[in-house]
């Protein structure tokens, strides 16, 4: 059985929206990521995905995002635990608030980075640089 992880690559002004995850989480503490969280179990729903991101991204840095995603990619991990992940990453399209972590125990800080800072940055991980890349390529399709 997988853990679903919904994942939100939001962009404004060049910049993504990324966390520095807390030390206190279990798994990849400390390290660089995209906002979002594990999807609940909600029986007969529809757009749980969609839904649990946008949720996520609201409950951890006090983000709204539009209702249109774009889905960027999908992964399989397994945690510093050994518990297996389904990760889907979407592209978000910001919509209003101002970022900052709700959670200590689960967000250390928020911060708005370039392309180019996150793939630089020692504490991205490399599936966080291959979700910007992704989502990268994303923007530029939409945006031609």
């Known amino acids: 059985m997988f853990i679903v992880n919904v994942e939100g690559a939001i962009r404004k002004n060049d910049k993504w929206l990324i966390i520095e995850r807390s030390k206190k989480e279990e798994h990849a503490g400390g390290l660089l990521s995209l906002v979002g969280g594990k999807v609940d179990i909600e029986g007969n729903s529809s757009n749980i995905l969609e839904r649990t991101v946008i949720r996520e991204i609201l409950e951890e840095v006090d983000i709204k ?5 774009t889905y960027v990619h999908s992964t399989s991990f397994v945690t510093d635990a050994g518990q297996n992940v ?3 990453v979407f592209l978000c399209e910001y ?11 689960e967000v250390e800080k928020v911060l708005w980075l370039t392309t180019e800072e996150i793939l ?19 923007t530029l399709t939409h945006s031609s």
């Open 95 to 105: 919509a209003s608030g101002e970022a900052f972590p709700l959670s200590s125990d």
């Open 65 to 69: 995002v539009k209702e249109s995603l």
């Open 86 to 88: 389904v990760d889907i």
């Open 120 to 138: 630089n940055h020692p504490k991205a991980p490399i599936y966080l640089k291959d979700s910007i890349k992704r989502a990268e390529a994303l």
